[in-house]
C-alpha cells in the first residue's frame, strides 16, 4: 500500500489530495507520479477508473509557473465531457497552489474561450479539432508547453484525431515531457510513441482480467423486436438507482429515450449532435437525480464521472471488448457493487463470446423476464415504501379509521387493496424502435484476406471504406467536436 504521503508530492497539492478524501494512491497513481518527477516520458496503460487522471495531474501540477504568460501544460482528450471532467479534477488538486486548469472544446464559443484564455490559466484541457482552431488563430502558443498528457489515446485514435495529434506535437517543443495514457495499444498509436516520445517507460496495471470483480455481469438473448420490453421489465423487477442504458447510435439514443419517457420512466439522451448547454443539462438532472436514467452513445459517455450508477445496461452490444469495458466501469465505483447487463440478438452471440474471451471473464447467462415478474417487482416497490412509512412516520392520527375499517373488513383483502390502488400499472403504449444491424465478432469481419474482393472479372480491387454509424466524428467535422 502507498499513501499519498510516501509519494514527496509539494505539500499544497497534498491539501488538496487531502481535502478531495484520498489517502491510499492507486497503483497507476504509485507507479507513474515518482517516474513523471523524474522526468521519463510515460505510457501508461490502464482502464477507466483507475485514477490516472490524479496520475498525471499531480506532477503536472507540480511543474507549472504561477507567474508565466503562457500556458505550459496541454492534456489532450477525445471528447468535450472528458476534457471538462480533467480540467474540473486538475482544478481541485491545483486550488491551494494556485493553479488553474481550462478546458477548451467545440460546441462552446471560441470567443468565450479567447476571453478566458487571457486570464492566463497554466494548464489547457482541449479536444483536438478545437486545440487546433486555437493554434490557428494563435490564441494559444504551443511551443511554450512544458508537458503534454494525451489521455484515452486509443479513443483518439478511433476517433481519427491522429493526423491533429501529430500536427499538434509536431509544434510543440522537442523538450517536452510526453505523457500518454490508453486501454489498449494499436499499431497505428505505437508508430505516434516511436516519432514523438523520447525512451518512454511503459507501466501497466496489472489485472486478472479487463473488468473489475466488484461488477456483476449478465446477459440475455432476446430477439431485437424483443428488447425494449426486456429492459422495462428490468427496470421495474429491481429499479436502478441511477443506470445509464447504451444505445450503437444517435438515432437509437433518441428513440430509447423517448420511449422510456412515454412509458413512464425518468430518462433522457445524451449523443453528439446535442449542444454542449444541452448535454450539460441532462447530466446535471441525472447526477442530481432529477432523472434516474441515462441514454448515451459510447462517445457521449466516455469519461462520465458519476458516482452512485448502480446498473448498466448494454442495449445494444459494443463494437469491440474495449468499449464494453468502458462502459461497465460506469458502475461500480469507489469500492461500491454494480451490475450490467448486456442485450444479445441470437445472431449476436458470438460477438458476445468474443467479448467474453477478451475481457476473461464469463457473462452469466439470464431469463427474458416476464410480464409477471415486472408486476411483482412493481408490487415489491410498494411494499417497500409501506414499510418504509410504517417505520418513519407519524400515523396515530390514521389509526382511528384504520381500526373501523378492519372491523367489517379482511385485514389481507384491505392490505392487497392497498396495494394494487398504490402500484402504477405499466403504460402498455406500443413502442417501435428502427432496427439496429447485428455485430460479428472481429475475427469474422476480418476475414477477407488483405482487405480484397473478386471483381466480376476474377480480378481483385479494394474493398471501398465506408463509414461506420458510430458517435465518432468524420475526418470533415472532427473540429467541432
Known sequence: MTLFTDLKMDEQILQAVNNMGFEEATPIQAEVIPKVKEGRDIIGQAQTGTGKTAAFGIPLIEQMNQEESHPQGLVLAPTRELAIQVSEELNRLGHFKGVQALAVYGGQEISRQIKALKRNPQIIVATPGRFMDHMRRRTI????????????????????????????LSEISEERQTLLFSATMPKRLQSVTAKFMDDPEVVKVKSKGLTVSNIEQRYIEVPEKQKFDTLCHLLDITPPELAIVFGRTKRRVDELSEALTRRGYAAEGIHGDLKQSQRDKVLRKFKQGTIDILVATDVAARGLDVSGVTHVYNFDLPQDPESYVHRIGRTGRAGKEGIAFSFSTPKEISHLKFIEETTKKKMIRQDIPTYAEAMHGRYQQVVNKLLETV?????????STAKTL??????????????????????????????EASLRPKKERGSRKKGFKKNHRGKKKPYKQSRSRNDGPSRKRKKNV
Do not use: C, Q
Request: proline fraction near 4%; aromatic fraction near 2%; glycine fraction near 2%.
Open 391 to 399: 417505520k418513519n412516520e407519524n400515523t396515530e392520527d390514521l389509526e
Open 406 to 435: 378492519l372491523s367489517g373488513h379482511d385485514p389481507v383483502t384491505l392490505v392487497a387493496a392497498a396495494l394494487k390502488m398504490n402500484t402504477n400499472e405499466p403504460d402498455n403504449v406500443e413502442i417501435k424502435l428502427t432496427e
Open 141 to 168: 502558443r504551443p511551443k511554450y508547453m512544458k508537458m503534454v498528457v494525451l489521455d484515452e489515446a486509443d479513443e483518439m485514435l478511433s476517433m481519427g484525431f491522429v493526423e491533429d495529434i501529430e500536427t499538434i
